[in-house]
């Protein structure tokens, strides 16, 4: 079964701490990896896709990368506007997108 | 519109109500995707069309569930006879590849419904 898990459930950050957020994932026939942001009340924002291991994309303060199993974004000095839920989401050779439950980041000033 | 409109934006109904939410995607969209988002998850996939054509709903989690898109644009999720294990938020996406493909899916703010 298709399945992709988060962790951690929730980062409390000081305001120029670097840190990484981990998307691990099995899928059968992986058509890309999606990193999205998700303010409160508000739907899901792309942020990247990844199509391949060995594949980076850099956006800002943000870098994702992917493995064959996992995924990682590596928040670089990050600033308190960067607060959000960050989901991980993979597809499949269907339609479907499966999403993780997300890591919560709370950035202090 | 510029973006993917949904409505309402909040919905509250008593337990065996009907409800019906509307997706308005981006003109030319050709994907719509409906999802279900309960607090603190992720979204889970609900249904897929192409165009005018439902061509997955195997996430509706029974048959009190029911989606439309019949001229390929606007789309409405109905819910009869609402449960409170419904109560969560609704995300309509959209996106300009077929099948969603690789491309990025652009998501509405949501419908949230609260079942009494």
């Known amino acids: 079964e298709d399945q992709v898990t988060q962790s951690p459930e929730a980062l409390r950050l000081q305001e120029g701490e670097s840190s990484s957020l981990n998307c691990s994932y099995t899928?059968?026939?992986?058509?890309?990896l999606f990193w999205y942001r998700q303010d409160p009340g508000k739907g899901p924002e792309f942020l990247f896709t990844?199509?391949?291991a060995g594949e980076e994309k850099e956006k800002e303060r943000l870098k994702a990368t992917l493995t064959k199993k996992e995924s990682f974004l590596h928040i670089t000095a990050p600033k308190p506007e960067d607060s959000a839920t960050y989901l991980c989401?993979?597809?499949?050779?269907?339609?479907?997108?499966?999403f993780g439950a997300g890591t919560r980041l709370f950035v202090k000033a | 519109g510029a973006g993917v409109s949904q409505s309402p934006r909040y919905k509250v109904a008593k337990r065996g109500q009907d409800v019906a939410l509307r997706c308005d995607p981006i003109?030319?969209?050709?994907?719509l995707f409906w999802y279900q988002q309960a607090l603190g998850q992720g979204p889970e996939f609900l249904t897929y069309?192409?165009?005018?054509?439902?061509?997955?709903k195997s996430g509706l989690p029974s048959d009190r569930f029911f989606a439309e898109r019949p001229e390929g644009s606007v789309s409405t999720l109905k819910i009869q006879r609402t449960q409170q294990e419904d109560s969560a938020v609704y995300l309509c996406?959209?996106?300009?590849?077929?099948?969603?493909?690789?491309?990025?899916?652009?998501f509405g703010e949501g419908s949230r419904l609260t079942v009494l």
């Open positions: 996406a959209s996106s300009s590849a077929v099948g969603g493909g690789t491309g990025e899916l652009f």
């Open positions: 899928v059968s026939g992986l058509r890309g």
């Open positions: 990844l199509y391949s």
């Open positions: 989401a993979v597809q499949d050779g269907g339609f479907k997108t499966i």
């Open positions: 003109s030319g969209h050709v994907s």
């Open positions: 069309f192409q165009n005018e054509a439902q061509l997955d």
